[in-house]
């Protein structure tokens, strides 16, 4: 069992083949994104995103890479999108853009969260909603759609059947036993799709290290409320914009302590206006108020529902905490961090966390309080699903390298041939063909960055600048050179910005750049851009000794 770091471009599909291509969600959690081909056409499972981390400065959202299908879209089928949570529809209205009349298939609350986006994008979509046990057949894909749960409502799993053989998706799940609205992952039909045969397994890896049984969610309820019980101030509780489940919990709990709730955060209130108005929300009358109109009630009867439990510097958590909203926490107040911590938001959580405490509030995380539960399957549930469908392969999905091997191996005990894990990373294709899936080759898949309005601009390399420009600092060189004797006639001069030393630390180095410039442009060198790299190098060599810091250095050398 291991990964393949280098492939070729795989070859031509042969007939009869089923061919699988994951665009994201393989080596990292989020912008889950995959193709599956037979006999030219596509189907596409789930179209997410990925959230940056603090070495991706100025960056919005990560999308996965469409140019492997960009020339084909016509060839698409369908986008099915197992739930409504980000890193599953978050991309849609970015493929959209490329091809508007896509059909997208999902239960009745994914697509409403997914059309809400849309609006904003002014993109019309064509949808059909489905809903577990039905079955649906575009071209040569029949799909068959399974209930699971989740920490979202109306998730599903996607059987997917053709001539080469069948595929389960499992999108994101677990299998609680006492959820919150009754809506058990159905084991009966997996085991008669195991039955039938499941020739390739694409399992859901997130929790696939921790062993045993994923907490219910009903034990989250009592610990909110002794929470709420125990608190005279104001109650912040930050959860992610789409866990209905949460909220509810945070209503009831309201509504036991004589607690009034207002949502926070542009997509709280769209989602949560949603999923009441579909009935997957039950709000007791009377209870919700305006956030505007909160700061009139005593601090004993409001609870405030906020995004930004990741520390999301632009989400309503972050901005409270650095007194940039109209939320305000003081001492005495309870601030609940009602969310599992995504690998790689360590740092930005913790500065909120500090930034809270610091204004008084008592901060209530994963950590301190069962106060969240993953809504991923642990290894244990993982073990059930492999011993209950018999999968003839299996190939993990969703999570970082260390979850797909993780989940490889719970295969692997329950009797699955190690030569029939596929461990992939986003691009590896995968072949499907008489029960037997295999490594065909990869196709390039690099990350598309949105950065405000641009989508796809923005390279590595800028981002390496940026990261540069925020940890090390900027200097500039400027110099004039009369290009008929070579000598300088006006600077050089230096200047830096986000470097502690003043500018006439450059003092001693002027005269070196000078005396360089000059030689360069009499020896005949007196090409611009050849002159700005000598100063570059020049002053780049001193700043390293001298300084020990390695800044951004910009040359502008102008021949007059």
Known sequence: MHFHPELPLPEALEPGTLRLVPLGG???????????????????????????????????????????????????????LTHGHEDHIGAVPFLLRMRQDIPLLGSQLTLAFVEAKLREHRIQPITLAVKEGQREKLGAFDLEFVAVNHSIPDALAVFVRTPAGTVLNTGDFKMDQ?????????????ARLGEEGVDLFQVDSTNAEVPGFTTAEVEIGPVIDRLFAQTKGRIVVASFSSHVHRVQQVIDAAENHGRRVAFVGRSMVRNMGIAAELGFLRVPDG??????????????????????????PMAALSRIASLDHKVRVSEGDLVILASSLIPGNENAVFRVINGLMRLGANVVHQGSARVHVSGHASAGELLYCYNI?????????????????????????TGVDPERVIFAENGVVVDLKDGVARVAGAVEVHNVYVDGSSVGEITDSELKDRRILSEEGFVSVFAVIDSTNGRVVSGPEVHARGIAEDDSVFDAILPEIKKALEEAARAGNADSHQLQQIARRVLGRYVGTKLRRRPMIIPVVVEA
């Open 26 to 80: 393989l080596g990292e959690v989020g912008r889950n994104m995959h193709v599956l081909e037979y006999e030219g056409r596509l189907l596409i499972i789930d179209c997410g995103v990925l959230f940056p981390e603090d070495n991706q400065p100025g960056v919005d959202l990560i999308l996965p890479d469409f140019s492997y299908i960009e020339d084909r879209l016509q060839d698409v089928e369908a986008i099915v």
């Open 178 to 190: 006492l959820p919150l609205d009754g809506r058990v992952t159905d084991l009966r039909s997996f």
């Open 287 to 312: 209870i919700l108020v305006d956030a505007r109109q909160a700061d009139d009630l005593p601090h004993d009867q409001i609870v405030f529902m906020s995004t930004g439990s990741q520390g999301e």
């Open 389 to 413: 469908l018999k999968p003839k392969n299996v190939m993990p999905i969703h999570g970082e390298v260390r979850h797909l091997l993780a989940n490889g191996r719970l295969a692997v005990r």
